[in-house]
């Protein structure tokens, strides 16, 4: 599978603590889309759907989140990476810039196979930052499975920063201008006390 970088301990892509991979390579290109920089087919590296795993279990997450660029312009491997999260017990999502009638074949079975898939294409007009795991209004959420009990399921905006042992930040989700601001006039400062433990 060609991805471009997966993240560990996230709870804002799906619920539970989860592995996060962005896939490489879109077809679709939502105008106003974030992240494209996976659009190149060309970036990115190769990662197999049993080194995913092994990782997404040595970093005690539950579930797997495959976002991009667009998974389903791999749909074979991206199939395989449901098949083998659901032999393995963990839940999986699935991002998808598709919408439900675009579908046949492999991607339709991997929309009907894995746990949760957010639908649709990202309308940058409808764009919210107050909605649960979708960047616009039109985009759908859909559960193939029973939706956990206690599950907080309420429209906010989510946001997660990481940081790595070399001090690195990454931001995920939807921050608010305001709050880029904020980290990017206070991380050299973070970043310094980091590097100095």
Same mark, same amino acid.
């Given at each position: 599978?060609? $991805? /471009? *970088?997966?993240?560990?301990?996230?709870?804002?892509?799906?619920?539970?603590?989860?592995?996060?991979?962005?896939?490489? %390579?879109? /077809?679709?290109?939502?105008?106003?889309?974030? #992240?494209?920089?996976? &659009?190149?087919?060309?970036?990115?590296?190769?990662?197999?759907?049993?080194? $995913?795993?092994?990782?997404?279990?040595?970093? #005690?997450?539950? %579930?797997?989140?495959?976002? =991009?660029?667009?998974?389903?312009? *791999?749909?074979?491997?991206?199939?395989?990476?449901?098949?083998?999260?659901?032999?393995?017990?963990?839940? +999986?999502? $699935?991002?998808? =810039?598709?919408?439900?009638?675009?579908?046949? =074949?492999?991607?339709? @079975?991997?929309?009907?196979?894995?746990?949760?898939?957010?639908?649709?294409?990202? $309308?940058?007009?409808?764009?919210?930052?107050?909605?649960? &795991?979708?960047?616009? @209004?039109? *985009?759908? +959420?859909? &559960? #193939?499975?029973?939706?956990?009990?206690?599950?907080?399921?309420?429209?906010?905006?989510? @946001?997660?920063?990481?940081?790595?042992?070399? =001090?690195?930040?990454?931001?995920? %989700?939807?921050?608010?201008? /305001?709050?880029?601001?904020?980290?990017?006039?206070?991380?050299?400062?973070? *970043? /310094?006390?980091?590097?100095?433990?």
């Amino acid at each position: 599978m060609r $991805v /471009s *970088q997966v993240v560990h301990n996230s709870q804002i892509y799906g619920p539970g603590q989860r592995t996060i991979l962005w896939t490489q %390579g879109c /077809s679709i290109r939502c105008p106003g889309c974030w #992240n494209d920089k996976l &659009w190149d087919f060309t970036g990115g590296y190769d990662l197999t759907v049993e080194e $995913v795993l092994i990782l997404a279990k040595e970093n #005690n997450d539950t %579930g797997v989140t495959i976002l =991009g660029g667009e998974p389903l312009d *791999q749909p074979e491997e991206t199939l395989k990476l449901i098949e083998h999260c659901h032999e393995s017990g963990l839940s +999986i999502m $699935v991002y998808t =810039g598709y919408e439900m009638d675009e579908l046949r =074949g492999v991607k339709l @079975t991997c929309v009907e196979s894995a746990d949760i898939v957010i639908l649709g294409r990202y $309308v940058d007009s409808m764009r919210s930052e107050e909605l649960l &795991w979708r960047g616009s @209004t039109n *985009q759908t +959420i859909l &559960w #193939n499975t029973e939706i956990p009990s206690g599950l907080d399921l309420s429209e906010r905006r989510q @946001t997660e920063i990481h940081i790595d042992s070399k =001090g690195k930040m990454q931001v995920l %989700g939807y921050p608010s201008e /305001s709050t880029l601001t904020k980290l990017e006039e206070s991380y050299g400062s973070l *970043q /310094s006390l980091i590097q100095n433990k």
